[in-house]
């Protein structure tokens, strides 16, 4: 197979749809290639759905640019039709792509993700696929090449202009908003919440906390709960127009605390000015699933990760 690696040379591919001949170019992509992959993954955001951050250019940027990064494209015209990058992350290649939703069905997505595997191959033996709107063709390609599911999360929407449901917080619960002060307590309630849940990473409280803080985060719609003498018992946190975690510890599970921190955080993000809202849901996780859709939101993506069996 032809490898990316050999990048400043050119291919050409004909694909064929009944009479239709679509000749196209494989390009090496880099940084300034930025604004037709942005353009292209906002073509795929409008078919397949998902969060309007990941087709923007810092997003991409991260996935598709930098010294360690191969990406290639497909050009037709010089519009770009299909891109893909494998980037490395943690002893493992790291494969992502994007095939304009006009040219699908082609083949042209096959002949992208097989130029990416070779790539990837070179790397490292682990390899895996991200995608952040996964379709069924792309789920029946990446099984064709012998990749696994181990991961797949479903990213919720809701709209704040549309009136919420009114769940007050329950009696003889404090509420406080995030300080460096009580850290301690959010980090308690999230520990408490998540351990018994699959993939739970065991992050410290300085390795939550740098995960969880960056310049999107709001700690004035962040909430902990806590009982009369000061245990932690749930919390919500939450970054511009994305609600991160929402946790309620086991023993106070089933008496509406989850769904009052979530709503008193989207009410405090609807004052802030923020018109819609989203989450993400692990699959694996119907409870949480069934929570938000009573709450009003729906569901507009899945997200996923591979990994060769």
């Known amino acids: 197979m032809i490898l990316i690696s050999t990048c400043l040379r050119r291919y050409d591919c004909v694909i064929r749809e009944e009479e239709l001949t679509v000749k196209v170019e494989w390009v090496s992509l880099s940084g300034e290639n930025i604004t037709d992959i942005a353009d292209l993954a906002q073509r795929c955001m409008r078919r397949d759905g998902g969060l309007q951050a990941t087709a923007s250019r810092a997003f991409l940027e991260r996935r598709y640019a930098g010294s360690t990064v191969k990406a290639v494209g497909a050009f037709r015209g010089g519009h770009l039709l299909a891109c893909g990058a494998v980037r490395p992350l943690t002893g493992s290649s790291v494969v992502v792509g994007l095939v304009d939703p006009a040219y699908r069905g082609r083949g042209l997505g096959s002949k992208l993700f097989d130029r990416l595997l070779d790539v990837a191959k070179e790397r490292s033996e682990r390899l895996q696929v991200e995608t952040e709107s996964l379709t069924q063709e792309a789920h ?164 996923a990760r591979y990994e060769q069996r």
């Not at 906390?209 to 009982?227: I, R």
């Not at 979530?262 to 949480?288: K, Q, W």
């Open 140 to 303: 029946e390609l990446f099984r064709s090449r012998g990749f696994e599911r181990v991961f797949a999360e479903d990213v919720y929407r809701c709209d704040l202009t549309d009136p919420l449901p009114q769940v007050p917080l329950l009696r003889d619960v404090e509420v406080e908003e995030w300080k460096e002060s009580n850290q301690g307590a959010f980090y308690d309630a999230y520990r408490a919440s998540f351990e018994d849940r699959p993939g739970f990473p065991g992050w410290s409280q300085a390795q939550w906390v740098e995960w969880l803080v960056d310049e999107t985060f709001l700690p004035q719609c962040s909430l902990v709960a806590k009982t009369g003498n000061g245990m932690p018992i749930g919390f919500v946190t939450c970054a511009q127009e994305f609600l991160v975690q929402v946790g309620t510890v086991p023993e106070w599970r089933q008496r509406g605390l989850g769904r009052g921190l979530a709503i008193a955080a989207l009410e405090r993000m609807r004052v802030s000015g923020s018109t819609e809202v989203f989450l993400d849901i692990n699959v694996n996780n119907p409870a949480s699933a069934a929570l938000f859709q009573g709450l009003g939101f729906s569901v507009i993506a899945r997200r």
